[in-house]
T-cell receptor, first 115, second 116 residues
Framework: AQKVTQAQTEISVVEKEDVTLDCVYE???????LFWYKQPPSGELVFLIR??????QNEISGRYSWNFQKSTSSFNFTITASQVVDSAVYFC????????????FGTGTRLQVTL | GAVVSQHPSWVICKSGTSVKIECRSL??????MFWYRQFPKQSLMLMAT?????????EQGVEKDKFLINHASLTLSTLTVTSAHPEDSSFYIC????????????FGNGTRLTVT
């Protein structure tokens, strides 16, 4: 069975601070996908990134960056120079290839960015 | 714009009534759609996998007679909560994937169900 752990339940930062959201996963499969989603107060899930298990290259998209380390089964997400609009719940998720994209979600990290 | 449309966004119903939630893929055909449930301040839990033209596959512990899923076309899946009770109050969200193995997964905006 798969498992995704987001140990940080809630994080509060001041605007312009950098913040890293942790994600640790467990799976016996060698092929899998990892995801990050953002859920603002309105409730919809916003797709941020999908990473294939064979691609350990780190990725940067604007203020967002992701660090994938298979050795520690981690897929951490960093927001640089945080903004109030980044306030949301962030979910890390995992799916196995061949299971038609059935996602196992972590419990989420609530990020609060204040002025 | 949204590629998966979910309707309604919110619904309030009386205990004992049934509620239907629609999930539509707007610009792609989805052979598979997924229904999730999210309790307040909790994670999303997969309820069932909806397969076009066949029966849905339910996750362990999900009552298939209570949560009826119909995937009659490649762009529409419906979830009907039958004989709703207050404990069914939750946020229900669907997702759909395009036809290619590498297609991204898109989520609807969710439906907040309140049963009084």
């Amino acid at each position: 069975a798969q498992k995704v752990t987001q140990a940080q339940t809630e994080i509060s930062v001041v605007e312009k601070e950098d913040v890293t959201l942790d994600c640790v996963y467990e799976t016996r499969d060698t092929t899998y996908y990892l995801f990050w989603y953002k859920q603002p107060p309105s409730g919809e899930l916003v797709f941020l990134i999908r990473r294939n298990s064979f691609d350990e290259q780190n990725e940067i998209s604007g203020r967002y960056s992701w660090n994938f380390q298979k050795s520690t089964s981690s897929f951490n997400f960093t927001i640089t120079a945080s903004q109030v609009v980044d306030s949301a719940v962030y979910f890390c998720a995992l799916s196995l290839t061949g299971t038609a994209s059935k996602l196992t979600f972590g419990t989420g990290t609530r990020l609060q960015v204040t002025l | 714009g949204a590629v998966v449309s979910q309707h309604p966004s919110w619904v309030i119903c009386k205990s004992g009534t049934s509620v239907k939630i629609e999930c539509r893929s707007l610009d792609f055909q989805a052979t598979t759609m997924f229904w999730y449930r999210q309790f307040p301040k909790q994670s999303l839990m997969l309820m069932a996998t909806s397969n076009e033209g066949s029966k849905a596959t339910y996750e362990q512990g999900v009552e298939k007679d209570k949560f009826l899923i119909n995937h009659a076309s490649l762009t529409l899946s419906t979830l009907t909560v039958t004989s709703a009770h207050p404990e069914d109050s939750s946020f229900y969200i669907c997702s759909a994937r395009g036809g290619f193995p590498d297609s991204p997964l898109h989520f609807g905006n969710g439906t907040r169900l309140t049963v009084t």
